[in-house]
């Protein structure tokens, strides 16, 4: 867990700032693991997103998802996606 700011919450100003918008970002997490909530679905959710529009300024979610313990070939594969 992130001191201070939650990785989602820092991801939401990395994708509202211009400079860093367009960066791919891979979320790599044990948070459901920590709080029983399905981190993959929440992210992911359309009904979620739209709302998050409103309050956050932007509906951006992650290229990728990897839930921790990190099984190594899934974060190659998700990685191999960027360097095409």
Do not use: C, H, W
């Not at 790599?28 to 009904?47: F, P, R």
């Not at 998050?52 to 992650?62: E, L, M, R």
Request: glycine residues 6%.
């Amino acid at each position: 867990m992130m001191p201070k700011q939650s990785g989602l919450g820092f991801f939401n100003e990395l994708k509202k700032n211009e400079r860093y918008k367009d960066i791919p970002v891979i979320v790599v997490s044990g948070a459901s693991k920590m709080t029983g909530v399905d981190m993959k679905s929440y992210i992911y959710d359309q009904e979620r997103s739209e709302r998050k529009q409103k309050v956050v300024g932007t509906d951006a979610k992650p290229e990728a998802y990897v839930e921790k313990p990190v099984d190594p070939e899934k974060l190659i594969a998700a990685i191999q996606k960027f360097l095409r």
